[in-house]
């Protein structure tokens, strides 16, 4: 795959991207295959972050890679769709009685109310418009990926001093989705602009003008 050359914010959007998903994965696998708690949920009798979450971080960041690679890019909603299927179908399966959605069969020790919230899922489809739109309102995108970032990290500060419990909706997301979703919006807004050019023939990141 190639990655554009340039100045260090566009090299960074890689790495960052590389975080969120590989960091998610490794997270759930960790907490949910060996047991160990506190990856997942990191402070006891909080909510944790499920399988079907770490996927779909997992299916964003290779969406986020092929979309500002500079190859190939409407290759982007293969994973893109495979993302919003599982989001979609946890949901639907959760409003159908099945508690947990796929998370029941992905992970035996689920505890009840753990399953994708309904803020992870808000969160997951903005990032998705943001993919989208991208190439067609540099300036919305922009604003969008700064509210998605700078909401998960209100979430990541307001979590420990249980100022979330004021508000039921962001009271259901886990610290690490919410660390990995300001992971997943710094790279969207630290990418490379798909349609504009600066005059040295570099791609500026989204989120410069």
């Given at each position: 795959m190639v990655?554009?050359?340039?100045?260090?914010l566009t090299?960074?959007?890689v790495?960052?991207?590389?975080?969120?998903g590989?960091g998610?994965?490794?997270?759930?696998?960790v907490?949910w295959?060996l047991?160990i708690d506190g990856a997942?949920?990191v402070?006891?009798?909080?909510?944790?972050?499920?399988?079907?979450?770490?996927?779909c971080f997992?299916l964003?960041s290779?969406a986020?890679l092929i979309?500002?690679a500079?190859?190939?890019?409407?290759?982007?909603?293969?994973p893109?769709?495979?993302?919003l299927?599982l989001i979609f179908g946890?949901n639907?399966?959760?409003?159908?009685?099945?508690?947990?959605g796929?998370?029941?069969?992905l992970?035996?020790?689920?505890?009840?109310?753990?399953r994708?919230?309904?803020?992870t899922?808000?969160g997951?489809?903005?990032?998705?418009?943001?993919?989208v739109?991208?190439?067609?309102?540099?300036?919305?995108a922009?604003g969008?990926?700064?509210?998605g970032?700078?909401?998960?990290?209100a979430?990541?500060?307001?979590?420990p001093?249980y100022?979330?419990?004021?508000?039921?909706m962001f009271?259901s997301?886990?610290?690490?989705t919410?660390?990995f979703?300001a992971l997943?919006y710094?790279a969207l807004?630290?990418?490379p602009?798909?349609s504009d050019?600066?005059?040295s023939?570099q791609?500026?990141?989204?989120?410069?003008?």
């Amino acid at each position: 795959m190639v990655v554009y050359e340039g100045s260090g914010l566009t090299r960074i959007w890689v790495v960052l991207c590389v975080l969120s998903g590989v960091g998610a994965c490794s997270a759930a696998i960790v907490g949910w295959g060996l047991g160990i708690d506190g990856a997942v949920r990191v402070y006891s009798g909080h909510p944790a972050m499920v399988p079907s979450t770490a996927i779909c971080f997992g299916l964003f960041s290779l969406a986020i890679l092929i979309r500002f690679a500079g190859r190939h890019t409407h290759l982007f909603w293969l994973p893109l769709a495979c993302a919003l299927a599982l989001i979609f179908g946890n949901n639907i399966l959760h409003f159908s009685g099945i508690r947990g959605g796929s998370d029941v069969f992905l992970a035996p020790a689920l505890r009840e109310p753990d399953r994708m919230s309904s803020i992870t899922t808000i969160g997951f489809l903005l990032a998705a418009a943001i993919l989208v739109w991208c190439d067609r309102s540099r300036d919305i995108a922009a604003g969008a990926a700064i509210f998605g970032l700078s909401t998960m990290i209100a979430v990541v500060f307001a979590d420990p001093l249980y100022v979330s419990d004021a508000v039921a909706m962001f009271r259901s997301m886990s610290v690490p989705t919410a660390i990995f979703f300001a992971l997943l919006y710094a790279a969207l807004l630290a990418a490379p602009d798909v349609s504009d050019t600066d005059r040295s023939g570099q791609v500026p990141p989204l989120g410069q003008a």
